[in-house]
């Protein structure tokens, strides 16, 4: 479908013309296969097999949040959150991923995750002002 990699990156850019919206609308499946190859592969090439915190060889990695999940199921509707998709609105890109989904990275190691971003975790620590600990956690996460 594409020639090269340029070609498939290009069709991405916003300013898309009409022709191109009508062959997008057509090559959805093809597009999100290739979107889904692109994005796993710079999962691939992202991790390392050590956790990004303690340094420690690790072969699974926690599914850590952004926000924490506590939050996000308080939010979700089905189970499902919005994305920047919504309003972008590309045919061959979801609107919504799932809770386990949605602001998730994959590289620091389980007990690292339940130890550094305890108190940010903690949805009892939100009933008063944020800590400069929680902030710092957050920060972190965001980072």
């Given at each position: 479908?594409f020639?090269n990699?340029d070609?498939?990156?290009?069709?991405?850019?916003?300013?898309i013309?009409s022709q191109?919206?009508l062959?997008?609308?057509?090559n959805?499946?093809?597009?999100?296969?290739?979107i889904?190859?692109?994005l796993?592969e710079?999962r691939?090439?992202?991790?390392d097999?050590?956790c990004?915190?303690?340094?420690?060889?690790?072969?699974s990695?926690?599914?850590?949040?952004?926000i924490?999940?506590?939050f996000?199921?308080?939010?979700?509707?089905?189970g499902?959150?919005y994305?920047?998709n919504?309003?972008?609105?590309?045919?061959?890109?979801?609107?919504?991923?799932?809770?386990?989904?949605?602001?998730?990275f994959?590289?620091?190691c389980?007990e690292?995750d339940?130890?550094?971003?305890?108190?940010?975790?903690?949805?009892?620590n939100y009933?008063?002002?944020?800590t400069?600990?929680?902030?710092s956690?957050?920060a972190?996460?965001?980072?």
């Amino acid at each position: 479908m594409f020639e090269n990699d340029d070609d498939f990156i290009s069709f991405l850019n916003f300013g898309i013309d009409s022709q191109s919206e009508l062959d997008m609308k057509e090559n959805t499946v093809e597009y999100r296969k290739q979107i889904g190859r692109l994005l796993g592969e710079s999962r691939k090439n992202a991790k390392d097999d050590k956790c990004f915190y303690c340094g420690e060889k690790c072969s699974s990695f926690c599914n850590s949040h952004s926000i924490p999940a506590s939050f996000l199921k308080n939010i979700a509707v089905e189970g499902d959150l919005y994305n920047s998709n919504k309003l972008v609105n590309l045919a061959f890109i979801d609107k919504d991923y799932g809770v386990n989904q949605s602001g998730t990275f994959q590289l620091i190691c389980r007990e690292c995750d339940s130890k550094i971003f305890s108190d940010y975790e903690n949805p009892d620590n939100y009933n008063d002002v944020p800590t400069a600990k929680m902030i710092s956690q957050i920060a972190m996460k965001n980072f």
